[in-house]
C-alpha cells in the first residue's frame, strides 16, 4: 500500500471465539496427482497443495488468510466454495456436511457462498454486458427480486459505487478498480452469507487498492456477511481482518485474532512474515526494526520435509522438528484461540533485536561486499 492511502481499521469485535460457527474445516486436504510413464499413464507423485488444514469462521466474521505464493491459499479458498472437491477432511457449512455434496445438494448452498476472483480482467465474460454478468447468477437460481432483476443489478452497481446507468456498457470499458467492483457487485447479487475473496486487490495498482478494501469492509460491515479473505499484503489483511490465519506450504502453523497474531506472534514463519512488511521511518531517530530473510526457497509440494514443514528454513529447528510434527494448539501465555503449530516458539515480541537475522549465507555474503 502507498503511504498516500489510508484504510480504516476493522470494526467490530476481535473476539477470536464467534458466537456461531458458520463454516467449520476440519483436516482439509488436497493432493494433485502427477502421472507419467510411457505409453501407459500412471501417477508417479502428488502435489500436496492442501494438507490437512483446519478452520472456522463465524457468521459476520472476517478471516484473513496469509502466506507466501504457493503455500496453498487459493486452493483452501477453492475447496471452501467447492469449486474443487477435496481429497480428504470436512466442510461443514452452518451445520451441514458439504463435503462430497452432489451437485443439486450444493445448489441451495452455491447462493450463500460466492467468491471474488483475484483477476478483474479475466473472471468477467467480455462478450456480455455488465447487466447480464451481474443478473446471471439470479437467473440460474431462479431468483426474482421485487421490482425485477434489472432494478436489483441498478441497486448493487450503486452499492457498489458505479452508476447505474452502466447496466450495458461491456467490461472493456472499465479500468480494473470498476471490473473489481462489478465481481463484488456479482458476488452480492445472491445475497450471500459467506464471501471467500481470492486475493481481490493484488492485481490492481496501488492507488486503488484502499477503494476497493474500503468497499469491501462497507459490505462486510453493513450487510453481516463473512468473508475469508486471502492475500500476501499483510497491511491489507491487518486493516480487514478479525482474526488471521497463517499458511506455510499447505498447512496453517498459526492463528489468532489480529491483535494477537501482529502483536504477540509465536510461530518463527510469522515473525519472518511480519518483519518484510514496509514501513516508513517518521524520523532518524526510529528503532529500526528486525528483518528476518529467509535461506533458500519453499520446499516443493511434491516431497514436503518431514516433521515441520518449516524446519528447513528455520533458526530455531532442532532434531525434534524433523521427526515429530507439532500440533496446532494453544500455548502458555497465549490469548484464547491463539493457536501455533512450533515445538519452540518464539518469544512474544516483535521488539527490534540488535543485529538483523540473515540466514541465507548468499545474501550475507553480498551485503558484506557492499560494505
Known amino acids: 500500500m502507498s503511504e498516500n492511502l489510508t484504510l480504516p481499521a476493522q470494526q467490530g469485535s476481535t473476539d477470536p471465539t464467534p458466537t456461531e460457527t458458520l463454516l467449520e474445516v476440519k483436516g482439509l486436504t488436497k493432493h494433485f496427482p502427477i502421472y507419467g510413464g510411457f505409453p501407459i499413464k500412471r501417477k508417479v507423485g502428488a502435489v500436496q497443495a492442501v494438507d490437512g488444514v483446519d478452520l472456522t469462521v463465524g457468521v459476520g466474521e472476517s478471516l484473513g488468510l ?33 463435503t462430497h455434496a452432489s451437485r443439486r445438494q450444493l445448489a441451495p ?64 470499458e472499465f479500468s480494473g478498480g470498476q471490473r473489481q467492483r462489478i465481481g463484488v457487485a456479482r458476488a452480492l447479487a445472491l445475497n450471500p452469507k459467506l464471501i471467500v475473496a481470492d486475493e481481490p486487490v493484488s ?9 476497493v478494501v474500503n468497499l469491501l469492509q462497507k459490505v462486510q460491515q453493513e450487510l ?61 531517530e526510529s528503532e529500526s526494526r528486525e528483518r528476518i530473510r529467509l535461506a533458500g526457497d519453499v520446499p516443493s509440494p511434491i516431497h514436503p520435509p518431514s516433521g515441520c514443514r518449516f524446519r528447513t528454513r528455520c533458526w530455531k529447528a532442532q532434531d525434534k522438528c524433523a521427526t515429530e510434527e507439532p500440533p496446532l494448539v494453544q500455548l502458555s501465555g497465549n490469548r484464547a484461540g491463539h493457536l501455533t503449530a512450533c515445538h519452540f516458539p518464539e518469544d512474544p515480541t516483535t521488539e527490534a533485536r540488535d543485529e538483523d537475522v540473515v540466514l541465507d549465507p548468499a545474501l550475507k555474503a553480498l551485503e558484506e561486499d557492499q560494505d
Open 203 to 211: 492485481a490492481l495498482d496501488v492507488s486503488i487498492q484502499a477503494q
Open 224 to 284: 453481516g456477511i463473512a468473508f475469508v479473505f486471502i492475500a500476501h499484503d499483510l497491511a491489507i489483511v491487518r486493516h480487514f481482518s478479525q482474526r488471521v490465519a497463517v499458511m506455510y506450504l499447505g498447512k496453517v502453523v498459526e492463528v489468532g485474532d489480529r491483535d494477537s497474531i501482529y502483536n504477540r506472534p509465536r510461530h518463527p514463519y510469522t515473525h519472518a512474515l511480519l518483519s518484510a512488511v514496509p514501513e516508513v521511518e517518521i524520523s532518524d
Open 66 to 98: 496469509v502466506g507466501e505464493s504457493g503455500c496453498g491459499k487459493s486452493t483452501t479458498g477453492r475447496l471452501i466454495t467447492r469449486l474443487l472437491a477435496p481429497t480428504a477432511g470436512q466442510i461443514t457449512y452452518a451445520g451441514q456436511d458439504i
Open 109 to 172: 448452498v452455491r447462493s450463500e457462498i460466492q467468491m471474488i476472483f483475484q483477476d478483474p480482467y479475466s473472471s468477467l465474460n467480455p462478450r456480455q454486458t455488465v447487466g447480464t454478468i451481474i443478473k446471471s447468477p439470479m437467473e440460474v437460481n431462479g431468483i426474482n427480486p421485487e421490482g425485477g432483476r434489472e432494478k436489483r443489478v441498478r441497486e448493487l452497481l450503486e452499492l457498489v459505487g458505479l452508476n447505474p446507468e452502466h447496466y450495458n456498457r461491456f467490461p472493456h
